[in-house]
């Protein structure tokens, strides 16, 4: 299973961008699909995650002013950020679990994507 995260780029405080990761390969099915991002200095951080039935969950400097969905059909994520600050700076990754038979036992794997960056001027 691959992800491609895209959709990033520059944009001054208070605009939007659409974050869009791609899940491609033998997929079974996607669970819980998760936006990232690791801001310079900083540690990576959950900013978002969804379910397979649609339940999300927020960081709470981002509740608001973002929003996570999928579209399972075409094994996709989607992060639209709205009224960007200066402190959403950061390059952004997606990930996903995907089950994976190992010694003959179902578990989940998580697979992360290559990351895009985000600018936020002020």
């Known amino acids: 299973v691959q992800l491609q995260a895209s959709g990033g780029g520059l944009v001054q405080a208070g605009g939007s961008l659409r974050l869009t990761c791609v899940a491609s390969?033998?997929?079974?099915?996607?669970?819980?699909m998760r936006w990232y991002r690791q801001a310079p200095r900083k540690e990576r951080e959950l900013v978002a995650n969804?379910?397979?039935?649609?339940?999300?969950n927020y960081v709470d400097s981002v509740k608001g002013r973002f929003t996570i969905s999928r579209d399972n059909a075409k094994n996709t994520v989607y992060l639209q950020m709205n009224n960007l600050k200066p402190d959403d700076t950061a390059v952004y990754y997606c990930?996903?679990?995907?089950?994976?038979?190992?010694?003959?036992?179902?578990?989940?794997?998580?697979?992360w994507g290559q990351g895009t960056l985000v600018t936020v001027s002020s």
């Open positions: 990930n996903a679990d995907h089950p994976e038979l190992v010694d003959h036992r179902w578990s989940f794997y998580t697979y």
């Open positions: 390969g033998r997929i079974l099915s996607l669970e819980t």
């Open positions: 969804i379910t397979s039935g649609g339940t999300t």
